[in-house]
């Protein structure tokens, strides 16, 4: 969403993908609603947590920089609830490397 964050005492300026968080919400919901329709994503969920990785290249769906998402969904009771999704990698999604002490897109 185009963030400033302090890495290391020096100010980054992330990629903006997205206008503001209802923009986002709409792409999950869709990336989400498109992979539940294939198989190789709907049969991950059986009894526990699932973690989904999504190829937006499955699914038809195209975001400059964005290659895939990741949702993490806990089973309570009986039910799904979806803890965190974020892009995963894509040359616009960008990680803190410990080891390195920086930050750099993934992918």
């Not at 903006?16 to 994503?41: I, N, P, Q, T």
């Not at 990741?70 to 616009?92: D, I, M, Q």
Request: glycine fraction near 8%; charge should be positive.
């Amino acid at each position: 969403m185009g963030q400033k964050i302090v890495v290391n005492g020096e100010v980054k300026q992330l990629p903006k993908v997205f206008r503001d968080e209802r923009e986002l919400r709409d792409f999950l919901d869709e990336v989400l609603k498109r992979a539940l329709e294939k198989e190789k994503y709907a049969s991950k969920f059986k009894e526990g947590s699932v973690t989904l990785t999504v190829e937006l290249s499955d699914i038809g769906i195209y975001r400059e920089g964005i290659t895939s998402v990741e949702f993490a969904f806990e089973y309570k009771k009986g039910f799904y609830y979806l803890k965190t999704a974020y892009p995963k990698s894509g040359y616009n999604v960008w990680a803190y490397k410990p080891w390195k002490k920086t930050i750099e897109p993934v992918g």
